[in-house]
């Protein structure tokens, strides 16, 4: 699942099996394949949608939906997750797999990456024994053909008997023969498709089984692949029929017994249901191997050890761990030094507006407490959050998708497997941690790539232990304003960069320590099945990438931003502005709270603008200044001196700085990411603990700073 | 020569054939999914930067696997 306004929002939900039909005559078509072939390019270049490409496996976790119109004809194209196969051993497979026999589909595409063609196979075997309305569409054929592969499509679609067709997808010109191919398989029902032919006992125990299940169910689904999965006994299947054909399917006399006798059958020639499986496997992959065979022709090895030339320098022993450092520095000092310039830029453009507005007020003849209440209410606050947040947030997000794009995110996983190992937990952990960079919401919708329950909770629980985009601009203000001083220049920016390494590295860490004490105490077990597949590099869609990254995240977090902003500009104002005894209540709120915060070596008013910053990290920061502010003075946003200056009237220390990047670092995560987690847990108890953990540890370090401080210093 | 011996025992570059899946369970489903039975040419590319996992190619994909789930994979070389 990737980072877009879908997977951040209310929208991160699995869509269930029936699609609603808008009109009667629509046609649900399912896009299956295996992980990282290029499914949601497809599906994007089909719909006109926008949803979230990446470079790794395992990015859409969810079905997506869209619809299209080819010739009069409208269809609803549901992206399924990437699978392997279809016997349903990871939440993924099972979703594919539901959908794919139980989800009413009128056609079936099945991607498949030319690289590797024989692996892909598999998955378009298994799909041929559910539904022979089927189109194979061989995508990244560009990849291929630079790698001397050929494909000979039509003597593929002569042998499984289905249309094939070779795609670019990424050019959508190539995806006008995919479209008309959907179109043909709709309209006529197929004749079968190609077979595997098993061992002589299985197919003498499917010969049985048969008969009874095409009488029984053969309307809903393919008596043949239905008497395999009775055979091999597959649990979760058997579940869902329960619920789909109703509870006495399987309690049939008649089933029961050819059952039991087809299982007598196989017993005899030593197959049980577990060894079954792997023969069922080995002839779906024999049957590829012969298949390929004729219709693909290489000029070399497809791999070559020279491939991984990269890869031997950035995941070697040496530079490995280097490498990985020097990249997040080098991202964050890209942000760092090219969110200055219109950051300031902004902040200027936003006083300057200052003056107009309050003339436009004054021309209406608004009163003054509404004038004071909107301009130094919301339009501040407003103001600062765009001057001050938007500029790092915009630029960091689309560096941080080029990455993903050109594949290094399953590398970092692959790198980082070994210490997550010995935390008990999963490698794969590291792409969603990578992915709460960009936000943490997403990040915990990016668990379910690990299959385990116990290990996916691990990752859920310590997402946001990384800095996610929202918070990483009050970052990157407290350490030029405190740390690096203003200097403008190469140096400054290099020594801030290096310096939010640092901080974010502890993050890391913590999220390290976490994830072993919570293996250790909450969550005990043992790493699960693990396999991690490496992609290939490649080529970023740098145009795709900019427009997606602007219109469909920046905006929409600066829109929801903007939308807390103004209700917090108001409140923060009414507060200083309505008083009590002559004390105004933000004072008194934030006496209130100053003594707790004192202890963590903050102060009152911080304290208060993280609790307000609860629906939205990004208003944190202003809210501060929001409230310094309202006792008087007027300030440019986004001049980091005058920040620096308003700051230090206020008492601030680099002691308070230090406190307040380490709780903007360790604190509750916003609402959107709870809100998230419950969804992925569906647990209070879970979504309570991800809220706690954090909090804990940032409350913890907070004291153990400014206590250590009250010894020393 | 023709000795079987447990995958992570391939050093980088070398490359063998699977002899046996000694594994169960999830993990033995995975791998057979992805291509890895009897007879499969496997080629270790490299080690991650702590020694494990290990990237394989198997059957024109590179695979990461932990030395606990490739000890129990034998191979032998060709």
């Known amino acids: 699942m990737g980072l877009t306004n879908r997977s951040t929002g209310t929208y991160a939900v699995d869509s269930g099996l029936i699609m609603k039909r808008q009109y009667p005559d629509e046609k649900v078509i399912a896009l299956a394949g295996n992980p990282n072939v290029g499914k949601s390019t497809v599906f994007n270049g089909l719909t006109g949608m926008k949803q979230h490409t990446g470079n790794w496996p395992g990015k859409t976790v969810s079905n997506a939906k869209g619809r299209y119109t080819y010739n009069g004809q409208s269809y609803i194209l549901v992206d399924i997750p990437g699978t392997y196969s279809l016997m349903a051993h990871s939440a993924e497979e099972e979703i594919a797999r539901n959908f794919l026999c139980f989800g009413d589909t009128d056609a079936v595409v099945v991607v498949c990456d030319a690289s590797c063609l024989e692996r892909n196979l598999n998955l378009v075997l298994q799909t041929l024994e559910i539904s022979s309305n089927v189109v194979v569409c061989i995508n990244l054929m560009d990849e291929a053909s630079k790698k001397g592969i050929q494909i000979h499509a039509e003597l593929l679609s002569k042998k499984l008997c289905v249309p094939v067709v070779t795609t670019v997808a990424r050019e959508k010109k190539s995806l006008s023969a995919l479209t008309e191919a959907i179109q043909k398989v709709t309209e006529q029902k197929a004749a079968s498709g190609y077979q595997v032919i098993y061992p002589e006992p299985v197919e003498e125990a499917i010969a049985l089984l048969r008969p009874i299940l095409l009488e029984k169910a053969g309307k809903r689904l393919n008596s043949r692949w239905l008497a395999l999965r009775l055979l091999d006994a597959d649990t979760s299947l058997l579940r869902e029929m329960r619920t789909l054909l109703g509870p006495d399917f399987l309690e049939d006399k008649v089933l029961k017994e050819a059952l039991a006798e087809a299982l007598a059958l196989l017993s005899k020639y030593q197959i049980t249901p577990k060894n079954l499986q792997d023969q069922i496997t080995t002839s779906l992959i024999l049957a590829s191997e012969a298949i390929c065979q004729d219709v693909v022709t290489m000029e070399r090895p497809v791999y070559q050890f020279t491939d991984w030339k990269l890869d031997r320098i950035l995941t070697s022993r040496l530079f490995g761990y280097p490498a990985m450092l020097l990249l997040l520095a080098f991202l964050l000092w890209l942000t760092i030094t090219g969110a200055n310039y219109p950051s300031q830029l902004l902040s200027s453009l936003f006083l300057w507006l200052q003056k107009p507005l309050s003339a436009l007020c004054y021309l209406f003849h608004t009163p003054v407490w509404l004038h004071d209440l909107l301009v130094y209410g919301v339009y501040r606050v407003v103001s600062w959050v765009i001057a001050v947040m938007l500029p790092p947030m915009a630029l960091f997000f689309p560096l941080f998708t080029l990455l993903e794009d050109i594949g290094y995110l399953p590398r970092l996983a692959y790198n980082l497997d070994r210490p997550f190992q010995c935390c008990h937990a999963c490698g794969k952990q590291a792409l969603c941690m990578a992915m709460g960079f960009g936000c943490n919401a997403a990040g915990v919708t990016g668990c379910r790539i690990i299959d385990s329950k116990r290990e996916r909770l691990l990752a859920i629980l310590t997402n946001s232990f990384v800095p996610c985009n929202g918070r990483f601009p009050t970052l990157i203000a407290l350490i030029s304003i405190f740390f690096v001083g203003f200097r403008s220049g190469l140096w400054s920016s290099v020594v801030s960069s290096l310096f939010l390494t640092a901080v974010i590295l502890l993050g890391i860490g913590m999220t390290f320590l976490v994830t072993w004490l919570l293996s250790t105490t909450l969550l005990k077990g043992m790493p699960s099945a693990y396999t991690l597949e490496l992609p290939p590099y490649r080529k970023p869609q740098v145009g795709a990438i900019l427009v997606r990254s602007v219109l469909d995240r920046t905006l929409f977090v600066l829109g929801r931003a903007v939308a807390v902003a103004i209700p917090a500009g108001l409140l923060i104002w009414l507060m200083a502005n309505l008083s009590v005894h002559g004390t105004s209540l933000l004072s008194l709120c934030a006496l209130w709270l100053d003594p707790f915060a004192k202890l963590m070596g903050l102060d009152g008013v911080i304290l208060l603008a993280f609790l307000l910053g609860f629906p939205a990290n990004e208003i944190v920061m202003p809210v501060i200044f929001m409230a310094y502010l309202s006792e008087g003075s007027l300030i440019e946003p986004g001049s980091l001196e005058a920040m620096k200056d308003l700051l230090l009237a206020h008492g601030w220390t680099i002691k308070t700085a230090v406190s307040m990047m380490l709780f903007s670092l360790f604190h509750w995560p916003c609402s959107t990411t709870l809100l998230t987690v419950y969804k992925e847990t569906k647990s209070c108890r879970y979504t309570l603990l991800a809220a706690l953990l954090p909090t804990a540890v940032g409350v913890g370090l907070c004291m153990l700073f400014t206590g250590i401080c009250h010894l020393f210093f | ?78």
């Open chain 2, 1 to 78: 020569m023709e000795s079987v011996y447990p995958l992570n025992h391939l050093l980088p570059g070398q490359s063998a054939s699977v002899y046996q899946l000694t594994l169960t369970g999830p993990m033995r489903r995975r791998l057979l999914d992805l291509g890895l039975i009897e007879h499969t040419k496997v080629m270790c590319l490299g080690l991650s930067p702590l020694g494990d996992p290990a990237a394989y190619l198997i059957r024109g994909a590179v695979i990461a696997i932990r030395a606990k789930d490739s000890q129990n994979i034998l191979v032998k070389s060709n």
